[in-house]
Nanobody
């Protein structure tokens, strides 16, 4: 069974930074793309970013360009989402998902039969 454990998250003031981590225990974690998703209160979950097994990262929202960076350290079976310049609009529960594909898809749909989820990390941005 594929298991992902998330760490990071918390509360920051606008303009602050946070880093989320997602560590996988499955034997092929390093060969799968890992997506990052978020769900704000009262809104549907949306795909934010993804990093393929090669380390190539793709962002799926214009609003995070230049602020969020997905990366991975295969020696640690861990994927990261570095979030800088956070604003109240980034407040949400953030989830990682292991996607059973090598590289990130052209569009990151919010769920799929080939997704295995982390438990979520709460991110709150307020002054």
């Amino acid at each position: 069974q594929l298991q992902l454990v998330q760490t990071g998250g918390g509360s920051v003031q606008p303009g602050g930074s946070l880093r989320l981590s997602c560590t996988g225990s499955g034997p092929v974690f390093n060969y799968h793309a890992i997506g990052w998703f978020r769900q704000a209160p009262g809104k549907e979950r949306e795909g934010v970013s993804c990093v393929g097994h090669s380390g190539r990262a793709t962002n799926y929202k214009d609003s995070i360009e230049g602020r969020f960076t997905a990366s991975r350290d295969n020696s640690k079976n861990t994927v990261y989402l570095q979030m800088n310049g956070l604003g109240p609009e980034d407040t949400a529960n953030y989830y990682c998902a292991e996607i059973l594909t090598l590289e990130c898809p052209p569009s990151l749909v919010p769920d799929g039969d080939d997704y295995y989820w982390g438990q979520g990390s709460e991110v709150s941005v307020s002054s």
